[in-house]
């Protein structure tokens, strides 16, 4: 299915698999996720019986137009 590719063994070879390496942390990083986040699954509310915020809600970053910036 796939042919050698002497360039990228040799890549592999001197600055390690960075795609199975990013594939790694991706995967431990989704485990720890999930596992924070079950908690929060579970009960379904907030604890004091608020609403959930609906997505979108809360702080935001804006960005700025191009330009002088007002003091």
């Known amino acids: 299915m796939f042919q050698e590719s002497p360039i990228y063994d040799r890549l592999v070879a001197e600055r390690g698999d960075v795609p199975a390496q990013t594939r790694r942390e991706a995967e431990r990083v989704s ?41």
């Open 31 to 71: 485990r720890e996720l999930e596992y924070v986040m079950r908690p929060l699954q579970s009960f379904g509310a907030t604890p004091s019986g608020e609403r959930p915020a609906s997505p979108g809600a809360g702080w935001q970053r804006t960005a700025l137009l191009p330009g002088p910036r007002p003091n």
